[in-house]
């Protein structure tokens, strides 16, 4: 059993490395993203003043 887990591992491994290198590259946003954070407490916990504000 050993013997084909080691071929298999290495099709999968060179099959990962294709896919990978074929990949075309991520194009850059032209406009930034404006990210919102949910959380459970309330606005005037200070927890939510000092850690959850910019």
């Not at 080691?6 to 896919?19: D, G, Q, R, Y």
């Amino acid at each position: 059993m050993k013997a084909r887990r080691i071929p298999l591992a290495a099709a999968v491994a060179a099959a990962a490395a294709t896919i990978a290198l074929a990949a075309p590259p991520a194009a850059a946003q032209d406009k930034p993203v404006e990210m919102r954070f949910a959380h459970w407490l309330p606005p005037t916990h200070p927890l939510a003043k000092l850690g959850f504000e910019p």
